[in-house]
Structures are given as C-alpha cells and as structure tokens.
C-alpha cells in the first residue's frame, strides 16, 4: 500500500518523465518524451487524438509500461511501480465509478484501501468541496454528467495524491457545464495545491485552465510554455495552426534591419521581428493571427513601417456577432483569414470587395520552412476544405 | 472552438421543441404482441398446474378407472411430507451441493473465458455449449461408465488411497451430486460469462489507481458487479436440479433417491395422482420460496 509515500503527501510534487518511449507492436505511440512538471502546477497535455498523450498520462499512472526512459516522482523513480502504489490519482475519461457503490463509497474507496480511519468526515468534506454533500447516498447513474464528474474528481482528489492526473475529463460534458467545470477544476486546484496534469485536445479548454501547456503530436512534444507564448510565439506550424488559427504565407529572407528580419513574400516586403523567428535566413513561413490583421480599402494602406499584402479580393464574409470573419483570397491565390472586431470603428467589406491586408509587424512570426503549414489545422486535417496554401 | 459555435449551440438548446411520441398505434400492437405468448402460457401452464393443484386435493382413495372425487383432501400433503420427507431433504441438500461445486468450477471458468480467452474466446463459449448437443441421458450414461467399478478413475482413487479397496463411486451420493453438477454446468457457466464480459475493464483500472491491488479488485469490483450473473447462474442450476430424477436414476439407487424420484414413480407406477400432485406442488412452493428469500438476499434489484 501506499503507506510509505505518506509523509510526503498533501502538497505535490515535481513529475519528470526522462526519454520516455512507448511502443505497441510497430506502432510508437510516445517517442523519447522529456517533460518536467513543477510541484503545484496545473499542466496541460494538449494534442489531437492519437498524438500520445493519454498514453504519456497511463505511464505516469502505472496503467502503461514504458518500453524506454524513466519516470520520477518527488526525485523517486516510479517506472515500475505498481499503480496501486504510486502516489498517484486519475480522474478517467469516462469517470470509471463503480456503479454498484454509491457516492460516499465510490469516494471513500481509495482511503479504506490505504486503511485510513476517519472516512466518513474526510469524504463529507471532499463532497462538500465539489458541492455535492447531499448526494452521498446516491449510485452514479442517478446522477447528471456533470455531478459524475465531479464525484469522480473527489473520488481522486480525496487521497492527496502528489500529482492528480486528467484524462479529458470534461470531453463528455456538454458546452456550458464544461465551462462551468473549467471554472470550477481551476478554483479546486488553487484551493488544494496539488499537481495537476491534464489531457486534453480542446486548446481553449488547456489555455483556460493550465498554467503550462505542452503541445503534443504523434507522439513528441512541440512546444511547451504558457498559453499567451504558446499563442503568441508558435515555434511550429503544428501550433500555429493547432491553438487557434495562423495565416502561413511562404517568404524568403532578405535580410536584416535591426532586430527586424526582412522577408519576402511575393513582392510585398515584411518585417518579422528577429526573436520571433524560428528560422533566419532562407525560405520561411511568415505567419500572423487572423485578428492581428486589419483591412482596408485596396490601395489606402498608407501606415508606416507595417507589414501590408495588396490587391486581395474578399470571398466570404461571416458576421459572428463580436467579430466579423473574413476570408480573402490573395493574387497568388492563397487564402487568408481576417477577424474584424466588431468595434463600429471598422470599415465593412462586402463579397467581391479588393483590400488590402495590414498589421504590425511585432504580431509576426517565422517558422521552419520545410514543415507542413497544414499541420495542426483541423480545416485540413479533417479533410474539408480545398487547398489554400502554396507550398 | 470558436465564438460563433458557442452561439449556434447555445441558440439550438433553447429553440427545441418539446416531442411528442405516437402513442395510439404503438399501444395495441404491445398487447398483440404479447397475445402469442399469453395464450401459450394460459393453455400450457396455467391450466395445468390449477389442474395439479386440484388433482392434489383429490381423494386419494380414488384410481385412475374408477375416477376421482375432489374431497379438498389436504392431508394428501401431510401423508406426501411424512411418506417422501427423506427424499425432500436429499433433493435440496443434493441440488444445493451441485450448485455450490458448479459455482466453484463455473466461475473460474466464465472468468477465464471472458478475460483470458482472447481469440479462443468463442471456440470456449462452443465447448461449454457443446454437450447439448448430445442428449442429456446419453452424458448421464457416458458417466456411468467413467465412475463404473472398474473404471480408470475408480481405480486411480483406490491406488493413490482416496478411495477404500472396496470402494466404489456409482450408486453413491458423490455420483448422483457429480452428475448433477455436470449436466447443469452450462447453465452455470453462461450467465456468469455474460455478467462478467459486461464489466468495464476500465472500473479496474480505476480500482487499481485507488489503491487495490489485483486480489482487493476482484474482491471490491469484480465480484459485486458479477452478482446478477451468480443469481441467475445458481437459480438456473439448483431449480433444475432440485426437480432431477434421471441422475439419481443412472448413478444412484434408491437410497439416492431425490423427490423426482417419487413423483415419476408414484403418477407412473403407483398411479397414485393425488400423493404425486402433492409432492410436485410442495416442491414448487418450496422452490419458489427458496428463490424469493434468496433472490432477495443477494439483493441485485438494482444491478440486473
């Protein structure tokens, strides 16, 4: 049992997974992973479906066998530790209660396993945390979704482990309840400290809660930082166009001014600030947030020093209420995406319109070339959409 | 997700019109339905067990040429119980022993066959199902030979000293109970497959990140949720058994004699109706009675 881990309870500790590498049969589905996740944070693992990411969370949990690497828990190396003896909890997918115990035993689960005394007021207190003290006595398919849920986050929550793992646990609730949740998950685990590592595909849902996030996919990491770097600073095509959405316009770099890169990108010359470019000199990406961008009138964009592409035509307008979505077709027929704010300042364009698209250039960045600009972009990858983007 | 999917969602909860189902047509088809199946239970079943019931209350004085009277002779039953008490007795032990044994070697099995057997799975679900393809008496007999006197597995008893010298098997208790126990085995076997099969290995997953190890998990998750499967396995197996006559038949003698015995003997060679109406109604309730209390005890209402 758990015993010996008991001292060390209550707070969290560091996670470090060092190369870790998980394979079925031929199929690698996490490749030589290094991740280090700080006591007290809340950590999300973002990534499509399949990107290996719930399986990363099953090896820290003891459910997978790492096939390489290492994993440490509190400076303690946990890799073959049994599951039931890792300090460890998992809120699962589908919550997992056991349908044939009611709520105050569904909770009460994991302290009479370790022998604690005293259930019965720790779990009234745990149910009181996520406002469920009435339902003790209920089984799990008397409840919502979302009561579910949250039995299923207490069941965890109450052994203290050191880190509390998140399988999608919101993946089942429906819109609002899953904001609700967001909201709630966020202000628990202020309340109580502990570690948090969440699996998650929804980039909305990661940036709301995680104070860190890693993107995934296929089994490596991308990039991990905060949610305004991430945002912000994509160092891959894969992130760009996973959180949230990137205009990709192929450049080559001319040179430098300052700490400003000058790219070309069919005719139009573009100011990419140096420490944002992932790559400095050949072919690149230049990239910028659809809401970063401005449009004008074709031929009025008289700003100095901002980075403008001419003589673009608009194919589709959306009016979305706070914002209007433009997508504009560019003469070397790329298309981009603009959001307008619906501020009432703005100019309203029509179909068939010419603009001109402006925007700072301290809202660019420059990728890699030689990745996929697709990458990431459930437009494509759900195979929708026609082709847009020049290679 | 962007904003103009949180408008649409948020738009679509609130615009949906409350649904209205058609009831007319589908309430007189339920009962046509039904209608088949009622008649078949009216005509082969109700009727003749009120026919039982009031042929157990016939003077028992009374034969088949000469006809009977009804006299609402309840004594037919003291004279059943105190007669034929013995074999009463015998039933219920020997059937509850057949299903204890068969509970013993089903459950292991239906645990293997649904977590353990991979792709052999159906090729054992076939080999459990198989020997109905044979009839009952033809198994029933094929063990008479194999507990014969002089059969391999007598003789490996008496030479490892589980059996005396002059021991024997067939025509003894352990027979009729060991053939009980294999000819209801199935019925054991397949519903607590089905039961098992059902459960989410994900509920043992969770029990295993809750600090149970595999022993604690079978004890706090498996067996619980595998209840529904266990009531219906040992009723579908001690209710058949407690009425048996052809294993005590084949493998036993008249000192294994269970009630199925009695009644078979006494509508078939005595002709005495009334005592054998009397036997089979008292097995009823007592088999009825027997199911309830335990049925409840299990407690499985809100698990089936």
């Given at each position: 049992?758990a015993?010996?881990t008991?001292?060390s309870r209550a707070s969290g500790a560091d996670l470090s997974l060092?190369?870790?590498?998980?394979?079925?049969?031929?199929?690698?589905?996490?490749?030589?992973?290094?991740l280090l996740v700080e006591r007290g944070q809340f950590f999300a693992l973002?990534?499509?479906?399949?990107?290996?990411?719930?399986?990363t969370l099953r090896m820290v949990a003891g459910?997978?066998?790492?096939?390489?690497?290492?994993i440490d828990l509190g400076g303690k190396?946990i890799?073959?530790l049994?599951p039931?003896?890792r300090p460890v909890n998992t809120v699962?997918?589908?919550?997992?209660?056991?349908?044939?115990?009611?709520?105050?035993?569904?909770?009460?689960?994991?302290?009479?396993?370790?022998?604690?005394?005293?259930?019965?007021?720790?779990?009234?207190?745990?149910?009181?945390?996520?406002?469920?003290?009435?339902?003790?006595?209920?089984?799990?398919?008397?409840?919502?979704?979302?009561?579910?849920?949250?039995?299923?986050?207490?069941?965890a929550l109450?052994n203290r482990p050191q880190v509390l793992l998140l399988d999608?646990?919101?993946?089942?609730?429906?819109?609002?309840?899953?904001?609700?949740?967001?909201?709630?998950?966020?202000?628990?685990q202020?309340?109580v400290g502990i570690t948090f590592v969440h699996v998650?595909?929804?980039?909305?849902?990661?940036?709301?809660?995680?104070?860190?996030?890693?993107?995934?996919?296929?089994?490596?990491?991308?990039?991990?930082?905060?949610?305004?770097?991430?945002?912000?600073?994509?160092?891959?095509?894969?992130?760009?166009?996973?959180?949230?959405?990137?205009?990709?316009?192929?450049?080559?770099?001319?040179?430098?001014?300052?700490?400003?890169?000058?790219?070309?990108?069919?005719?139009?010359?573009?100011?990419?600030?140096?420490?944002?470019?992932?790559?400095?000199?050949?072919?690149?990406?230049?990239?910028?947030?659809?809401?970063?961008?401005?449009?004008?009138?074709?031929?009025?964009?008289?700003?100095?020093?901002?980075?403008?592409?001419?003589?673009?035509?608009?194919?589709?307008?959306?009016?979305?209420?706070?914002?209007?979505?433009?997508?504009?077709?560019?003469?070397?027929?790329?298309?981009?995406?603009?959001?307008?704010?619906?501020?009432?300042?703005?100019?309203?364009?029509?179909?068939?319109?010419?603009?001109?698209?402006?925007?700072?250039?301290?809202?660019?960045?420059?990728?890699?070339?030689?990745?996929?600009?697709?990458?990431?972009?459930?437009?494509?990858?759900?195979?929708?959409?026609?082709?847009?983007?020049?290679? | 997700?962007?904003?103009?999917?949180?408008?649409?969602?948020?738009?679509?909860?609130?615009?949906?019109?409350?649904?209205?189902?058609?009831?007319?047509?589908?309430?007189?088809?339920?009962?046509?339905?039904?209608?088949?199946?009622?008649?078949?239970?009216?005509?082969?079943?109700?009727?003749?067990?009120?026919?039982?019931?009031?042929?157990?209350?016939?003077?028992?004085?009374?034969?088949?040429?000469?006809?009977?009277?009804?006299?609402?002779?309840?004594?037919?039953?003291?004279?059943?119980?105190?007669?034929?008490?013995?074999?009463?007795?015998?039933?219920?032990?020997?059937?509850?022993?057949?299903?204890?044994?068969?509970?013993?070697?089903?459950?292991?099995?239906?645990?293997?066959?649904?977590?353990?057997?991979?792709?052999?799975?159906?090729?054992?679900?076939?080999?459990?199902?198989?020997?109905?393809?044979?009839?009952?008496?033809?198994?029933?007999?094929?063990?008479?030979?194999?507990?014969?006197?002089?059969?391999?597995?007598?003789?490996?008893?008496?030479?490892?000293?589980?059996?005396?010298?002059?021991?024997?098997?067939?025509?003894?208790?352990?027979?009729?109970?060991?053939?009980?126990?294999?000819?209801?085995?199935?019925?054991?076997?397949?519903?607590?497959?089905?039961?098992?099969?059902?459960?989410?290995?994900?509920?043992?997953?969770?029990?295993?990140d809750?600090?149970?190890?595999?022993?604690?998990?079978?004890?706090?998750?498996?067996?619980?949720?595998?209840?529904?499967?266990?009531?219906?396995?040992?009723?579908?197996?001690?209710?058949?058994?407690?009425?048996?006559?052809?294993?005590?038949?084949?493998?036993?003698?008249?000192?294994?004699?269970?009630?199925?015995?009695?009644?078979?003997?006494?509508?078939?060679?005595?002709?005495?109706?009334?005592?054998?109406?009397?036997?089979?109604?008292?097995?009823?309730?007592?088999?009825?009675?027997?199911?309830?209390?335990?049925?409840?005890?299990?407690?499985?209402?809100?698990?089936?």
């Amino acid at each position: 049992m758990a015993r010996s881990t008991q001292d060390s309870r209550a707070s969290g500790a560091d996670l470090s997974l060092t190369s870790v590498t998980k394979r079925f049969g031929g199929f690698t589905a996490v490749d030589d992973l290094d991740l280090l996740v700080e006591r007290g944070q809340f950590f999300a693992l973002l990534g499509p479906s399949g990107c290996g990411k719930t399986t990363t969370l099953r090896m820290v949990a003891g459910l997978e066998e790492p096939t390489a690497g290492r994993i440490d828990l509190g400076g303690k190396d946990i890799t073959r530790l049994r599951p039931y003896k890792r300090p460890v909890n998992t809120v699962f997918q589908n919550y997992a209660l056991f349908p044939h115990l009611n709520t105050f035993d569904n909770v009460a689960f994991g302290l009479r396993r370790r022998g604690v005394r005293d259930v019965k007021n720790q779990v009234q207190e745990m149910l009181d945390l996520v406002e469920l003290s009435t339902y003790g006595e209920r089984r799990p398919t008397q409840l919502s979704g979302g009561q579910q849920q949250r039995v299923a986050l207490a069941r965890a929550l109450i052994n203290r482990p050191q880190v509390l793992l998140l399988d999608e646990p919101l993946g089942a609730l429906d819109l609002k309840l899953r904001r609700q949740m967001q909201i709630e998950l966020k202000r628990i685990q202020t309340e109580v400290g502990i570690t948090f590592v969440h699996v998650t595909h929804d980039q909305e849902e990661a940036m709301t809660m995680a104070d860190t996030i890693a993107v995934m996919n296929h089994g490596v990491i991308e990039q991990i930082g905060g949610p305004m770097e991430l945002y912000d600073n994509p160092a891959t095509t894969f992130v760009s166009n996973f959180l949230g959405q990137s205009n990709l316009v192929a450049g080559q770099v001319l040179g430098r001014t300052g700490d400003e890169l000058v790219v070309e990108v069919e005719g139009s010359k573009l100011g990419v600030p140096v420490d944002r470019a992932r790559q400095t000199s050949g072919r690149v990406w230049v990239g910028v947030r659809p809401e970063k961008v401005f449009l004008v009138s074709g031929g009025t964009s008289t700003d100095e020093g901002a980075n403008v592409l001419g003589e673009a035509r608009v194919i589709d307008v959306s009016f979305i209420g706070v914002s209007t979505q433009y997508l504009v077709r560019m003469p070397w027929g790329q298309e981009l995406t603009v959001f307008e704010q619906n501020t009432g300042a703005r100019e309203r364009f029509g179909v068939g319109d010419s603009v001109d698209l402006h925007w700072t250039p301290a809202h660019t960045f420059a990728l890699d070339a030689s990745q996929d600009a697709r990458a990431g972009d459930e437009r494509y990858e759900g195979g929708l959409a026609t082709a847009g983007v020049g290679t | 997700m962007s904003v103009a999917d949180v408008g649409e969602t948020l738009e679509g909860r609130t615009g949906k019109p409350p649904r209205k189902r058609a009831r007319r047509s589908g309430w007189s088809t339920g009962y046509l339905l039904l209608l088949p199946g009622l008649l078949w239970l009216l005509v082969f079943f109700v009727a003749p067990t009120i026919q039982l019931a009031a042929t157990s209350l016939y003077d028992s004085a009374g034969s088949l040429e000469a006809g009977y009277a009804m006299t609402w002779s309840f004594g037919n039953y003291l004279d059943a119980l105190s007669t034929y008490r013995e074999q009463f007795v015998r039933s219920l032990i020997y059937a509850t022993t057949a299903t204890g044994l068969a509970l013993l070697l089903g459950y292991p099995l239906a645990y293997a066959i649904a977590f353990k057997a991979g792709r052999f799975k159906n090729l054992m679900l076939m080999l459990v199902i198989a020997p109905f393809f044979t009839s009952f008496l033809v198994r029933t007999l094929a063990w008479k030979s194999i507990l014969a006197d002089n059969g391999a597995v007598v003789e490996t008893l008496k030479s490892v000293g589980i059996l005396a010298p002059d021991g024997r098997l067939l025509a003894t208790s352990v027979a009729v109970i060991t053939g009980l126990t294999y000819n209801f085995l199935p019925f054991m076997v397949l519903p607590l497959y089905a039961s098992l099969e059902k459960i989410d290995p994900r509920l043992l997953e969770a029990g295993k990140d809750l600090y149970a190890n595999g022993f604690t998990a079978f004890r706090k998750i498996t067996v619980p949720l595998s209840m529904p499967g266990v009531v219906a396995g040992t009723l579908l197996t001690f209710i058949p058994a407690a009425g048996d006559y052809i294993n005590s038949e084949l493998l036993g003698t008249p000192r294994q004699y269970m009630i199925g015995n009695v009644i078979d003997n006494t509508f078939l060679v005595q002709l005495n109706y009334p005592i054998a109406a009397a036997c089979s109604v008292v097995l009823m309730v007592v088999v009825v009675v027997m199911v309830l209390l335990y049925v409840r005890r299990a407690g499985t209402e809100d698990l089936v």
